[in-house]
């Protein structure tokens, strides 16, 4: 079965800090898909990244990056200089490739608090 | 461009009424999935939809709660008879096809509370 953990469950930092959002998920899958999301206090909901299994290289995308180890099955995001705009809960999603549906499964977020 | 459109953004029902959720997926998507997020948890899965078909519906309460996404139209999501526990935040996300594990597009969700 699909799981997905973010252990973190708030993280709070001051502003220009920079922040990790851990993400390990488990399937049996060989080809999957991972995800993470923002959802801000607004309540929406935002896609940042999608990759897939076969592709093991970093990402980076301006104070964004992640980090797809597949031997320690983890898929974790780094904010490099925190802003306060960057507070949102951010969400980890697995989907697999196989059977038929396309579901995501969701981690429980990860609460990011950046004070001023 | 516009994205997925969700309608009402908000929705009070007393307990035993029905409530209808609307989902307009974005421009040249034809894939349509219902997540629901109850207070402090994550995403939880609960059907996926194509035109006129119910393709995933493993997620989805067996009793009150029902999906179609027609031909022409919005998709729906209603729940028969209402009850406290129905009220959270449901979210739809539309794709542009299957078989390659697109990246679904979400909506701003509908904030259902039953009183």
């Known amino acids: 079965a699909q799981k997905v953990t973010q252990a973190q469950t708030e993280i709070s930092v001051v502003e220009k800090e920079d922040v990790t959002l851990d993400c390990v998920y488990e399937?049996?899958?060989?080809?999957?898909?991972l995800f993470w999301y923002k959802q801000p206090p607004s309540g929406e909901l935002v896609f940042l990244i999608r990759?897939?299994?076969?592709?093991?290289q970093n990402e980076i995308s301006g104070r964004y990056s992640w980090n797809f180890q597949k031997s320690t099955s983890s898929f974790n995001f780094t904010i490099t200089a925190s802003q306060v705009v960057d507070s949102a809960v951010y969400f980890c999603?697995?989907?697999?490739?196989?059977?038929?549906?396309?579901?995501?499964?969701f981690g429980k977020g990860t609460k990011l608090t950046v004070n001023p | 461009n516009a994205g997925v459109m969700q309608n009402p953004r908000h929705l009070v029902r007393r307990r035993g009424q029905e409530a209808r959720l609307r989902c307009s997926p974005m421009?040249?998507?034809?894939?349509v999935y219902w997540y629901r997020q109850l207070p402090e948890e994550g995403l939880k899965f609960m059907v996926y939809?194509?035109?006129?078909?119910?393709?995933?519906e493993s997620g989805m309460p067996k009793e009150r709660f029902s999906a179609e996404f027609p031909k022409e139209g919005p998709s729906i999501l209603r729940i028969q008879q209402v009850v406290r526990g129905d009220s959270a935040a449901y979210f739809c996300?539309?794709?542009?096809?299957?078989?390659?594990?697109?990246?679904?597009?979400f909506g701003p969700g509908t904030r259902l509370l039953v009183l």
């Open positions: 999603a697995l989907s697999e490739a196989n059977g038929g549906s396309e579901k995501l499964v």
């Open positions: 399937t049996r899958d060989t080809t999957y898909y």
């Open positions: 996300a539309s794709s542009p096809r299957s078989g390659y594990q697109e990246t679904q597009y």
């Open positions: 421009k040249g998507h034809s894939h």
């Open positions: 990759r897939n299994s076969f592709d093991e």
């Open positions: 939809l194509q035109k006129e078909n119910i393709i995933d």
